[in-house]
T-cell receptor, first 117, second 115 residues
Framework: DAGVIQSPRHEVTEMGQEVTLRCKPISGHNSLFWYRQTMMRGLELLIYFNNNVPIDDSGMPEDRFSAKMPNASFSTLKIQPSEPRDSAVYFC???????????????FGPGTRLLVL | GNSVTQMEGPVTLSEEAFLTINCTYTATGYPSLFWYVQYPGEGLQLLLKATKADDKGSNKGFEATYRKETTSFHLEKGSVQVSDSAVYFCALSAAASGGSYIPTFGRGTSLIVHP
């Protein structure tokens, strides 16, 4: 298996531009997570999908952030407009949740390193 | 709500030294517990896990025992190597408010091993 695939791996953009991050989870996994990692705030859970449905988006910083999962094999995280404080590494992870919802091991992608100038 | 507390780093050791990274948790019910490792420039990857009380997870010489009575899951290794230098995250999976299961991660502990 190729693991979780994220693109792009690096993104440099100017303040005010739209940024779209992409993720392909591991085939067969039914849960998908978007995280943001910075030195100051550590690893933050932004949003989590189960069976393509957003379950908890309380970590999404503000309305400039949005995430979609149109099917089981693809998700996007969009920032519009982007700001310098959005600079971070964004990780996508997937897992297989039990019928009761309990999450097992998460498999992380390599991350997208975003720099907003 | 659920939470994970782990010791702050960096932890700096010489090669072949004994390692302990403390982790305690607060959770409802019976969580699964995990240690993840992040090498420079990479995503997190599972190091070991335990799903019930008194279970011991182990991998690559690392061990951690699920202690329900002390709500702890401390990571240990008897002899560290330079290649173990990384950031280590303690995590749990347990029911959150509202009935959903949301993973909870600690802040991470940076380990630096010198030759």
């Amino acid at each position: 298996d190729a693991g979780v695939i994220q693109s792009p791996r690096h993104e440099v953009t100017e303040m005010g531009q739209e940024v779209t991050l992409r993720c392909k989870p591991i085939s067969g996994h039914n849960s998908l997570f978007w995280y943001r990692q910075t030195m100051m705030r550590g690893l933050e859970l932004l949003i989590y999908f189960n069976n393509n449905v957003p379950i908890d988006d309380s970590g999404m910083p503000e309305d400039r952030f949005s995430a979609k999962m149109p099917n089981a094999s693809f998700s996007t995280l969009k920032i519009q407009p982007s700001e310098p404080r959005d600079s971070a590494v964004y990780f996508c992870a997937s897992s297989l949740a039990s019928s009761g919802g309990l999450q097992e091991t998460q498999y992380f992608g390599p991350g997208t390193r975003l720099l907003v100038l | 709500g659920n939470s994970v507390t782990q010791m702050e780093g960096p932890v700096t050791l010489s090669e072949e030294a004994f390692l302990t990274i403390n982790c305690t948790y607060t959770a409802t019910g019976y969580p699964s517990l995990f240690w993840y490792v992040q090498y420079p420039g990479e995503g997190l990857q599972l190091l070991l896990k335990a799903t019930k009380a008194d279970d011991k997870g182990s991998n690559k010489g690392f061990e951690a025992t699920y202690r329900k009575e002390t709500t702890s899951f401390h990571l240990e290794k008897g002899s560290v190597q330079v290649s173990d230098s990384a950031v280590y995250f303690c995590a749990l999976s347990a029911a959150a408010s509202g009935g959903s299961y949301i993973p909870t991660f600690g802040r991470g502990t940076s380990l630096i091993v010198h030759p």
